[in-house]
């Protein structure tokens, strides 16, 4: 699903590069069964011709469906007239139809890791509860006009069974939801057990750098981040 499809830049690149993005366990491609939503008619008109034929012409936040989708990738309004924060609003909608064990992937202002007023600390409480964000270069979309700072979110909606361990035993002692998931799949896949291990056992000696809040410094990310890849 792309709510706000626009003239479909994000899908183009998605239907360029399905096989390399999209997989199945035994990286297999995947070709999407692609579902978009764009309030303009013109707009709905060029991903027409384009060939997309699941294409809903009307406003994303008035949009439902009995769908549920295994990705959505969407790049929302970041405020519109009388709503500031009207990506938080798009972001909130858009993960309704998340299936579970489905992710959601947005861009969005860094506003509200920013702002201490109550809906932009309850959306930062959300996405950290179920997912993780991520700070995009500085002039990242800067070629499109827009110069203000972004994050990239990442959203994953718990399956059954994840939901069932959650509510009989509350995240486990961890810090939130994303945490205790991200451990359970480690415990589970013995190749990411064996570097996270190596990880913590590199951590434990000093070899990774950590600010006083013991979050990594980005030479750190880029040792840890290498040490996944390899």
Not at 186 to 203: F, T, V, W
Request: with cysteine; net charge negative; hydrophobic share 35%.
């Amino acid at each position: 699903l792309e709510p706000q499809a626009g003239s479909g830049a994000l899908v183009d690149y998605l239907e360029t590069h399905a096989s390399e993005l999209l997989q199945t366990e035994d990286y297999a491609p995947l070709k999407p069964r692609i579902h978009l939503v764009e309030k303009s008619p013109i707009r709905c008109a060029i991903l027409r011709a384009k060939g997309y034929t699941n294409v809903h012409q009307g406003d994303f936040l008035l949009y439902q469906t009995d769908l549920r989708f295994a990705r959505i990738l969407m790049n929302p309004p970041f405020s519109l007239p009388g709503a500031t924060t009207a990506y938080i609003d798009h972001i909130l909608h858009a993960f309704t139809f998340l299936a579970p064990g489905g992710v959601l992937t947005t861009i969005a202002p860094d506003h509200f890791i920013r702002h201490n007023d109550q809906r932009s600390q309850s959306f930062l409480e959300f996405v950290t509860t179920n997912g993780c964000f991520e700070p995009n270069d500085e002039n990242a979309f800067k070629g499109t006009g827009t110069s203000v700072q972004t994050l990239t979110i990442a959203l994953e909606k718990p399956t059954d069974r994840e939901r069932h361990i959650l509510e009989n035993e509350p995240y486990q002692n961890y810090l939130n939801y994303y945490c205790f998931l991200t451990c359970l799949r480690i415990d589970n896949e013995p190749h990411l057990y064996d570097r996270a291990s190596h990880l913590g056992r590199k951590l434990n000696e000093g070899q990774f750098n950590v600010n006083l809040l013991g979050e990594p410094d980005a030479a750190t990310r880029r040792a840890i981040q290498q040490l996944y890849e390899t």
